[in-house]
């Protein structure tokens, strides 16, 4: 006779796993990994109140998969499937977790189906504590072929994807609706089209897996920007052994990020710190930027010379003088 579990298992993930997936009815999932090419696995937690806020459940279920997907992204490698843990509170009624599952899953789903990362397996659980949950993801990339965080070269410029800031700019707008006084009250004057946009990138950041080969082909070193624009350079040149100058005015910002930083200069250092852009960081060489910018201009990612790296043995800055202080809190910190 099927177990509570057994029935929550099959009527809201089995619906969307995928072949790997076995109908979720084994215990563990099969993963054959293209011929040639090796595994990447990254994995991410997050909690209610930490990592996210009240929000609604199928924005979890995208922000969940998507950053685990940013990862995969910058290492350039092309997802395969993921594994899902599930902690729902404990305090839930049946009632209650069929409100909250019923968009999760559709969410998670349309996601999983988007970006070809297909559900797996996973665990479920009742916790004492908010809703968390963790999605392990997997990818294939050639042997010898994945991106690392470690290879940035002297001479190689620093480039960054997209925009940076809206996510942060988007968490402070939203605390200052709803009255909290992390937030930044200036936001409020912001057209509704630019705090919607701000809104959204806050909920549902958007994976660079379009730049997957073209960083395979032309970046040596890269990484996906989660703890904040400033931080997550330094942590790639520290990585690579190397140093660097990285300008803080030449960060990318949206329209409306532009508009934010109209209305209160001061939030500029909130863009460049403030971390959940899940743009990619990457070092690539002189030689080789022309041929990378054209592949990002062609998969609608423009990408944006923002530094240099040193030589081993020299110091990580950051440009101007007034943001050189910000190497040291230019990243959020999980503890």
């Known amino acids: 006779m099927p177990s509570a579990e057994d029935d929550f298992i099959s009527r809201y993930f089995a619906p969307i796993a995928g072949e790997g997936g076995l109908k979720l009815k084994d215990d563990a999932a099969l993963i054959a990994p293209p011929a040639g090419c090796e595994l990447v696995v990254t994995t991410d937690g997050v909690s209610q109140g930490r990592h996210f806020l009240d929000d609604a459940p199928a924005s979890i279920a995208r922000k969940a998969l998507r950053v685990n997907l940013s990862d995969l992204a910058a290492k350039g490698a092309d997802p395969l499937g993921f594994v899902l843990t599930l902690a729902l509170p404990a305090s839930w009624d049946a009632s209650t977790r069929d409100a909250f599952m019923r968009p999760f899953a559709q969410g998670l789903g349309e996601d999983a189906a988007a970006y070809g990362c297909s559900l797996l397996g996973g665990d479920t659980m009742a916790i004492d504590g908010p809703l968390t949950l963790s999605i392990t993801a997997f990818g294939a990339v050639g042997k010898g072929c994945m991106v690392r965080r470690t290879g940035a070269q002297p001479g190689d410029l620093l480039v960054v994807s997209g925009t940076i800031g809206d996510a942060a700019l988007g968490l402070k707008l939203r605390r200052a609706i709803e009255g909290d006084q992390r937030g930044a009250t200036k936001l409020l004057g912001l057209s509704d089209e630019h705090r919607a946009f701000l809104l959204d990138a806050y909920l549902h950041p958007r994976p660079r897996n379009v730049l997957a080969r073209a960083l395979r082909d032309h970046a040596h070193g890269a990484m996906d920007i989660s703890d904040g624009f400033i931080g997550d350079f330094a942590k790639m040149l520290e990585a690579s052994g190397v140093g660097g100058v990285i300008d803080a005015t030449a960060a990318p910002l949206s329209a409306a ?14 863009a460049v710190t403030g971390g959940d852009d899940y743009e990619i960081a990457a070092a690539c060489s002189v030689q080789a930027w022309p041929a990378l910018a054209k592949l990002g201009e062609q998969a609608g990612v423009p990408l944006t010379v923002i530094g240099r790296v040193g030589q ?20 959020y910190s999980h503890f």
């Not at 800055?317 to 202080?325: D, G, L, Q, R, Y």
């Open 257 to 270: 990020g532009q508009a934010a930083v109209a209305l209160d200069p001061a939030l500029q250092r909130t």
């Open 312 to 331: 081993p043995g020299e110091s990580i800055m950051v440009e101007p003088a007034a943001f050189a202080s910000l190497l040291s809190s230019g990243s």
